[in-house]
């Protein structure tokens, strides 16, 4: 059975860091990318951070460039996300998914877009007062 939960999640100050975690079990976890993704309350959910476990490749949307950092490690199934900085804007429930990356099709593939994940976890909040 695939599964992915999610930890970490808080409430912390403007300017406060919080680190996620994302622990997997029942797939090929080194095959895999795995994305961070957040829904605030009324809004879409939106591709936060990607890292490819098969390439190492990173991904960040624009908004959190430089306040945050993917990494993961493939020993222990688990992908993290260190999250410096933050912004009351930063408030939503966080999510992190999976796909295998040899299943995508090179040029097609869009990383930080929801529908190309296959598998989902629960979600942790994050709340930053403002």
């Known amino acids: 059975e695939v599964q992915l939960v999610e930890s970490g999640g808080g409430l912390v100050q403007a300017g406060g860091s919080l680190r996620l975690s994302c622990a997997t079990s029942?797939?090929?976890?080194?095959?895999?990318?795995i994305g961070w993704f957040r829904q605030a309350p009324g809004k879409e959910r939106e591709g936060v951070s990607c890292?490819?476990?098969?390439?190492?490749?990173?991904y960040y949307a624009d908004s959190v460039k430089g306040r945050f950092t993917i990494s993961s490690d493939n020993a222990r199934s688990t992908a993290y996300l260190q999250m410096n900085n933050l912004k009351p804007e930063d408030t939503a429930v966080y999510y992190c998914?999976?796909?295998?990356?040899?299943?995508?099709?090179?040029?097609?593939?869009?990383?930080?877009?929801?529908?190309?994940?296959?598998?989902w976890g629960q979600g942790t909040q994050v709340t930053v007062p403002s």
């Open positions: 998914a999976a796909v295998n990356q040899f299943t995508v099709v090179p040029g097609r593939w869009h990383p930080l877009n929801p529908l190309a994940y296959d598998h």
């Open positions: 029942g797939f090929a976890f080194a095959e895999n990318a």
């Open positions: 890292i490819g476990n098969s390439d190492g490749s990173t």
